[in-house]
T-cell receptor, first 115, second 114 residues
């Protein structure tokens, strides 16, 4: 089992550009959540996808959008990049069942640097 | 809304010292509670969890007990090792209908010296 995988590992962009980050969930998982972790901070919830729909969203602007594919993998898109978008972007997968008591498994993250 | 408060770091200990990292939470309902660890340059790993009051989660010598009366989930280890140096995050799973997300503390950096 490969666990949660994310690509790319690192990315450097300039202000105003657009970026797409990718995530493949752990085998058997159907739900993907995205988090932003600024340096020295805890992760902040961006949104969660299940059955190819955004189910819940944190306090992030519309510049942040996502998608989930039929194979449960997911993309995070950020438009009009700002310097403040520089962070580690974490993907977490989980299985929707079990009455919400199961944990989320995290990928290694994508380090985005905006210059 | 729900929230998690963790003791501030950094925490610096000598090898074999006792570790406590305090975590308290505010939640409506009955969240699950988690401790995650982030080693330098790596992603987040689940360390332990507890899903209901009085549950004790344990792993790799670390323990935490879900205390509803004090809304706490303090992390403890009797004898830390250099390899335990990492950032530790307390989190709760907020459930709204069938959706759930993790609410995080700010993290506590632990450095263990030989």
């Amino acid at each position: 089992d490969a666990g949660v995988t994310q690509s790319p590992t690192h990315l450097i962009k300039t202000r105003g550009q657009q970026v797409t980050l990718r995530c493949s969930p752990k085998s058997g998982h159907d739900t993907v959540s995205w988090y932003q972790q600024a340096l020295g901070q805890g992760p902040q919830f961006i949104f969660q996808y299940y059955e190819e729909e955004e189910r819940q969203r944190g306090n992030f602007p519309d510049r942040f959008s996502g998608h989930q594919f039929p194979n449960y993998s997911s993309e995070l898109n950020v438009n009009a990049l700002l310097l403040g978008d520089s962070a580690l972007y974490l993907c977490a997968s989980s299985f929707r069942g079990l009455a919400g008591r199961n944990e989320q498994f995290f990928g290694p993250g994508t380090r985005l640097t905006v210059l | 809304g729900d929230s998690v408060t963790q003791m501030e770091g950094p925490v610096t200990l000598s090898e074999e010292a006792f570790l406590t990292i305090n975590c308290t939470y505010t939640a409506t309902g009955y969240p699950s509670l988690f401790w995650y660890v982030q080693y330098p340059g790596e992603g987040l790993q689940l360390l332990l969890k507890a899903t209901k009051a009085d549950d004790k989660g344990s792993n790799k010598g670390f323990e935490a007990t879900y205390r509803k009366e004090t809304t706490s989930f303090h992390l403890e280890k009797g004898s830390v090792q250099v390899s335990d140096s990492a950032v530790y995050f307390c989190a709760l799973s907020e459930i709204a209908g069938n959706n759930r997300k993790l609410i995080w503390g700010l993290g506590t950096s632990l450095a263990v010296n030989p």
